[in-house]
């Protein structure tokens, strides 16, 4: 079974990014992020791409078979839950959700974090319904 992993650092501190001609970090891209579950693109690294999702309330249970999935947590406490276990992971920790493991985001209050993926993946992965979105970018 692939391994999967936490990191968090102490006193963690986003630095602003430069997209396009525009330079500012994501706790003020993510304000442009309204609706929960609907992933916004705000940067292009190679064939990757950096999203930022408002969460909040039980996602679906699905799994992406080609590919990780890293969740990033910017505000809030966010709990990925798994078949065998649940990861909660608070301001400054990341999680990556090995390819092909069933998993379930959750967040009880509102969370806001960021994804790295490849470009194309589709936030319900292998799973569909009315929590599938359209990525756009911010």
């Known amino acids: 079974m692939p391994q999967s992993w936490v990191c968090g650092w102490p006193g963690f501190h986003l630095p602003r990014w430069s997209h396009g001609r525009r330079r500012r970090g994501p706790e003020r ?3 442009e992020v309204s609706e929960h579950w609907s992933p916004k693109v705000v940067a292009r690294l190679n064939d990757y791409e950096v999203k930022l999702v408002r969460i909040e309330g039980e996602f679906v249970w699905h799994s992406h078979q080609d590919t ?3 969740f990033l947590v910017l505000a809030g406490e966010l709990t990925i839950q798994l ?3 649940s990861v909660t992971l ?3 920790q990341l999680y ?3 390819r092909g493991v069933e998993h379930c985001p959750r967040a009880d209050g ?3 974090a960021m994804l790295l ?3 194309g993946v589709i936030n319900t992965g292998d ?3 009315d929590l599938t979105a359209t990525v756009t970018e911010v």
Request: no cysteine.
């Open 29 to 31: 891209q993510v304000r």
């Open 68 to 70: 990780d999935e890293l």
């Open 83 to 85: 078949r065998d276990r």
């Open 90 to 92: 608070g301001p400054g």
């Open 96 to 98: 990556v959700v090995p």
């Open 110 to 112: 509102e969370v806001k």
């Open 117 to 119: 993926e490849p470009a």
């Open 127 to 129: 799973a569909s319904g």
